[in-house]
């Protein structure tokens, strides 16, 4: 099946919760990105849903999901794929499932949060690790990524130019979804957590720390769907959440470039290709992963979480002999450009 490679940008908030931008504006600023999708999770409502919004709107594909919590307002799950919200559930397996149960599919949501210096604006981690069925992480918060480093004078530099300290993945995060992946696939998506709220504001002036615009051009998650499924909304909504739950992608940050284009594959010895994620049936060595990139950075080869390799190119070619979990991460001077799902070859556990 030919498959087709889009972008967009995962995990916004709209005014039907707590941000500050609404639907019609959302969408005319993706569309004016040259995004392909957008997920939007409201917290606690579909509202989005029933107001018509789903489906393709000035040529971007609007997905509404939403996002639930427990009564701590801790375990945040995006949940996408449903018709109505698991009501009155805080109890976060139980609300994992009952969304499983509807047909939808989750993501544990900012689920690294560590802050602790700012009262107004505390962590909100994922604390229930011993849950199960949850479909995959958000990996990269953007959101996250840049409340975690407010501290000291540095921070005032931060306010005005947010996207440019983006950094990376936290390492615990990693490690945690790199042993998980050792006993079944879990995917890994990239969330911009947008919200487009004021700092400040003096009479009719206000300063947004992160306006949509600006949101919009950070953390996006590039997946590949079956290119027949793009001229239909029903299929293009199944194909995007089936490449969603499956991995079938990569992340990037677009402040460092357009990753789009990037090709990360991985190919048997009888020529069978596989992009990121659950493959569409069991690997086995031997077979090559190959890298192919817009330009030359920094890529690095990980098995099981260790690193194996790490080159300066734009195209990377290695040959895997032992079983275990690939993924690709690229690198542009110390910070992550590039993350991709992983490659499970072997069978389960890894």
């Keep these: 099946m030919a498959l087709k490679e889009i972008c967009g940008c995962i995990h916004l908030h709209t005014t039907f919760s707590d941000g500050d931008c609404d639907y019609p504006t959302l969408i005319k600023t993706a569309a004016e990105a040259g995004l392909d999708y957008v997920c939007v999770t409201d917290h606690m409502n579909l509202k989005g849903l029933s107001e018509g919004y789903q489906g393709l709107r000035e040529g971007v594909f609007v997905i509404v999901g939403y996002e639930h919590n427990d009564e701590r307002n801790l375990n945040h799950y995006l949940a996408f794929g449903t018709n109505e919200t698991a009501k ?118 206000c300063y947004r720390v992160f306006p949509i615009k600006v949101e919009l051009k950070g953390i996006r998650t590039h997946l590949f769907v079956e290119k027949p499924a793009c001229g239909d909304e029903t299929k293009m909504r199944e194909a995007v959440l089936r490449a969603l739950k499956d991995g079938k992608g990569f992340i990037s940050n677009f402040r460092l470039g357009d990753a789009r284009g990037t090709q990360i594959f991985l190919q048997n010895e009888n020529g069978r290709l596989e992009y990121p994620g659950y493959p569409s049936a069991a690997i086995n060595p031997p077979s090559t992963i190959n890298v192919n990139l817009p330009h030359k950075a920094k890529i690095r080869l990980l098995r099981n979480g260790s690193t194996i390799q790490e080159i300066f190119t734009n195209k990377a070619q290695w040959p895997i002999a032992k079983p275990g979990v690939y993924r690709i991460e690229v690198y542009k001077r110390s910070s992550a450009w590039i993350y991709s799902n992983p490659f499970p070859v072997g069978k389960y556990p890894i």
């Excluded at 949501?109 to 602790?116: C, I, N, Q, S, T």
């Excluded at 042993?179 to 003096?202: M, Q, T, Y």
């Design 88 to 205: 009155n559930m805080t109890d976060p397996q139980k609300y994992i499932n009952q969304i499983k149960k509807m047909g939808g599919i989750g993501f544990l949501a900012h689920p690294a949060e560590k802050r602790d210096y700012i009262r107004k604006l505390p962590p909100y981690p994922w604390t229930r690790w011993d849950v199960k069925g949850f479909d995959g992480i958000e990996l990269w918060n953007q959101m996250s990524d840049w409340m975690e480093q407010l501290r000291g004078w540095q921070s005032v530099t931060r306010l005005f130019y947010p996207r440019r300290f983006l950094g990376n993945v936290d390492q615990e995060l990693l490690n945690r979804w790199d042993e998980l992946n050792r006993v079944g696939f879990i995917s890994g998506i990239g969330g911009v957590d947008a919200h487009s709220r004021k700092l400040f504001s003096i009479g009719p002036f």
